[in-house]
């Protein structure tokens, strides 16, 4: 499962939480990926953070003064802070997320402190949360949205966003009132809407939001992503309103005389506009298609649809500067390594496919299988445990890298491809970590290699050595497929007491796209 797949399911679960909908087994599954990285407890944070702040902003009713005074508030508090989070500012909204900052901050060392189990203390913070909006409000609410609230649309989330004007109240979770004037200089920004529809905003870009299912558009690109419940949102022009028939469509307002309207899914309603704002023609494009449309708007002419033009998802951007490859210290899941007559027993790793015998191992381990010691040459930043190679095995994963197509085929993307690799004392048995660059169909374009590193390499010392390799990223990649395989020296003997497991060790990979520039 890639890095997108993760986020994708952390947060349909954390929907349901919110939403009261959540299942036994669902909730099993939020406990054990909110556990796995401190990304999906910050995202699990951010999330619990926006939810109880917009149920308590409707709730009591608070005057459209009054909101965007604390808004300013908590804006001027994370500016003076410095390093403080937004969202560590924003608690001060609401006092049931002092524990989910600590949680976040101290890791599991914040549960066993409070001698109790992971899933109890989830169970009573948003326990606590919903008690505050019931105590506020007097009705459970099911949307982040209703008729009471002062807000048609929030600011949801940005990426390297630069504000024209007074843009210092805009943080993530600002509410947006009608007539609001979002004025974008540079970066990205995602509006959601209380129906829903999410427009995601490319600067240099002007949008006006107004009401809960229209916004105008002056300037700048967009992009529009409607669910069923909220059909028929409708983006204005000064040259064409676009009504969405369930669809995910973007506009490209470059000038005030010209505009572009693609269809990725769906369908749309053009409606066709004169200098004076007057309908003069309808038309329909349904995914796949794309119209130019001239300042007369009598003229229109097809173009081709290219999505590559569009950021369509910020996840785009999430997928530069950091480490792609999903569970690369092998902290996640359950290790402990169970053996069988005193050799290495296979186990899942979280993460990865596990095509043959792999399990991992602790750095204190003693016993039968000696490995690594916790002094042992290696990461400094290690963790408790690390990949042990069973015999001959391999281990993949694959990420998703459509997101950053355009960017990719036009060479301005660089991969940056690391790990720590080794083995134990003058056994020759070792790793190697591929990054196999595919395209859309599978085939490979090219790929980082790092290793083996071999007895000779380590100098007949226990431990990890670290490797790495920089070029660029394949146009055509669409995919990256991640390798770790381990070479058993005496490969084909059976893991006798005259021939152990393979020796073969690994700990802190680590992929990370860049883009030339930046």
């Given at each position: ?473 394949p146009p055509g990649t669409r995919t990256v497929e991640i390798l770790l395989k381990s070479i058993h020296a005496k490969t084909g003997l059976p893991a006798t007491s005259n021939n152990p497991i393979g020796d073969g060790y690994a700990d802190n990979l680590s992929l990370i796209f860049k883009e030339d520039g930046k």
């Amino acid at each position: 499962m890639t890095q997108d797949d993760h986020k994708i399911e952390l947060d349909e679960l954390l929907e349901a939480l919110c939403e009261g909908h959540l299942t036994e087994e669902s909730a099993h599954r939020l406990e054990q990926l909110v556990l796995e990285t401190p990304q999906a407890r910050r995202r699990y944070l951010d999330y619990l953070c926006l939810d109880t702040t917009l149920r308590l902003d409707m709730s009591t009713g608070l005057s459209r003064q009054m909101a965007e005074l604390i808004d300013r508030e908590i804006a001027e508090e994370v500016n003076q802070a410095g390093r403080r989070s937004i969202v560590a500012a924003e608690a001060k909204r609401s006092p049931v997320l002092g524990p989910l900052i600590d949680m976040t901050r101290q890791g599991t060392d914040f549960f066993t402190q409070h001698g109790m189990s992971p899933w109890l203390l989830l169970v009573v913070v948003f326990a606590t949360a919903t008690v505050c909006g019931l105590w506020a409000s007097g009705v459970f609410r099911k949307s982040s949205f209703d008729a009471s609230s002062p807000y048609i649309a929030r600011l949801s989330e940005t990426h390297d966003s630069v504000w024209d004007n007074d843009g210092s109240r805009l943080i993530t979770g600002t509410g947006l009132n009608s007539g609001e004037e979002i004025s974008l200089q540079s970066g990205l920004a995602e509006l959601t809407f209380r129906n829903g529809a999410k427009v995601i905003l490319e600067g240099p870009a002007t949008f006006i939001v107004q009401n809960a299912a229209e916004g105008f558009l002056r300037r700048g690109k967009l992009v529009a992503n409607v669910p069923k419940q909220a059909q028929g949102f409708t983006v204005h022009t000064d040259l064409v309103n676009v009504i969405d028939l369930g669809t995910e469509f973007a506009l490209d307002v470059s000038n005030r005389q010209s505009v572009e309207s693609h269809v990725f899914k769906g369908r749309v309603k053009l409606e066709l506009l004169n200098p004076q704002g007057t309908v003069l023609a309808t038309r329909e494009l349904a995914a796949g298609q794309a119209m130019h449309i001239d300042a007369l708007a009598s003229k229109t002419r097809s173009i081709a649809v290219d999505p590559s033009r569009f950021c369509r998802t910020l996840s785009a951007e999430r997928l530069l500067g950091r480490n792609l490859i999903d569970n690369a210290d092998f902290e996640s899941g359950i290790q402990g390594a169970p053996r069988h007559q005193g050799y290495l027993v296979n186990m899942q790793i979280p993460g990865w496919e596990d095509h043959t015998p792999a399990t991992t191992f602790p750095y204190k381990s003693k016993g039968s299988f000696q490995g690594l010691r916790e002094f042992a040459p290696g990461p400094v930043d290690r963790g408790c445990y690390y990949f042990v190679g069973v015999n001959d095995c391999e281990i993949t994963q694959r990420i998703n890298v459509e997101e950053l197509a355009s960017r990719i085929d036009k060479g301005r993307i660089r991969f940056d491809l690391s790990a720590w690799l080794g083995g134990r004392v003058s056994e020759n048995d070792s790793i190697i970590l591929d990054a196999n660059f595919l395209d859309e169909n599978g085939h490979s374009l090219g790929q980082g290699a790092l290793g083996p590193v071999t007895a000779t390499h380590r100098q007949s010392v226990s431990g990890l050595m670290h490797r790495q390799e920089e070029g660029p990223v394949p146009p055509g990649t669409r995919t990256v497929e991640i390798l770790l395989k381990s070479i058993h020296a005496k490969t084909g003997l059976p893991a006798t007491s005259n021939n152990p497991i393979g020796d073969g060790y690994a700990d802190n990979l680590s992929l990370i796209f860049k883009e030339d520039g930046k």
